[in-house]
């Protein structure tokens, strides 16, 4: 099992930028894809951004596609997710999740981490 904890949420302005961090511990060994997702007020969760482990191969939900950058840094056991030129319809709860094999379900989850953008 792997445990992730997600941190840098916050309050910002539209057109301003936020790092989340998601760190994870476990069997981490067994990771295979790393993700991004978030839910907003009254709407189902849904895919942001994700990232291999080995390979490095990124993908984006479109309406980010441009704005925000998933990283990772298999050494700490970390992997970020870089948001710029932030839009109100951005606010959600940001959770960052883990899956063992590139085509399995998401099996691992943080607990979420807010983020708030004001207009």
């Known amino acids: 099992q792997v445990q992730l904890v997600e941190s840098g949420g916050g309050l910002v302005q539209a057109g301003g930028s936020l790092r989340l961090s998601c760190a994870a511990s476990?069997?981490?060994?067994?990771?295979?894809?790393m993700g991004w997702f978030r839910q907003a007020p009254g709407k189902e969760r849904a895919f942001v951004a994700l990232?291999?482990?080995?390979?490095?191969?990124?993908s984006y939900e479109d309406s980010v596609k441009d704005r925000f950058t998933i990283s990772k840094d298999n050494a700490k056991n970390l992997f970020y997710l870089e948001m710029n030129s932030l839009k109100p319809e951005d606010t959600a709860v940001y959770y960052c999740?883990?899956?063992?094999?590139?085509?399995?379900?998401?099996?691992?989850w943080g607990q979420g981490t807010q983020v708030t953008v004001s207009s």
């Open positions: 999740a883990t899956s063992p094999f590139a085509t399995t379900p998401w099996d691992s």
């Open positions: 476990g069997r981490t060994s067994s990771v295979r894809r």
């Open positions: 990232i291999y482990r080995t390979s490095g191969t990124t």
